[in-house]
Nanobody
Framework: QVQLVESGGGLVQAGGSLKLSCAAS????????MGWYRQAPGKQRELVAS???????NYADSVKGRFSISRDNAKNTVYLQMNSLQPEDTAVYYC??????????????WGQGTQVTVSS
């Protein structure tokens, strides 16, 4: 079993910054792509950013130039640095990881979500 635990959400004024963290634990052999998704009220969950094990990154157009994703493979942790936050960034942010567990099974796991609220 694998658990993803997010931290770092909160309330911030427009133009401010937050850094999210997500640590994976459990019967992990390796972690492939890790990513951050978000879901605003009444909207579908959308990809914010993803990063491969080797560090290749992908961003939603709406966050390019403002958000930065990184990971620490030794700690099984992924980060999302969010700068120049805007009210439209308000959402619940979810961590996602593709994990190879003991027994060499592969599956995708989700964190419980962390609320980010940006006030105008």
């Amino acid at each position: 079993q694998v658990q993803l635990v997010e931290s770092g959400g909160g309330l911030v004024q427009a133009g401010g910054s937050l850094k999210l963290s997500c640590a994976a634990s459990g019967s992990i052999v390796s972690i492939n792509t890790m990513g951050w998704y978000r879901q605003a009220p009444g909207k579908q969950r959308e990809l914010v950013a993803s990063i491969s094990r080797r560090g290749s990154t992908n961003y939603a157009d709406s966050v390019k130039g403002r958000f930065s994703i990184s990971r620490d493979n030794a700690k099984n942790t992924v980060y999302l640095q969010m700068n120049s936050l805007q009210p439209e960034d308000t959402a619940v942010y979810y961590c996602n990881a593709g994990v190879v567990t003991s027994g060499l099974a592969f599956d995708t796991y989700w964190g419980q979500g962390t609320q980010v609220t940006v006030s105008s």
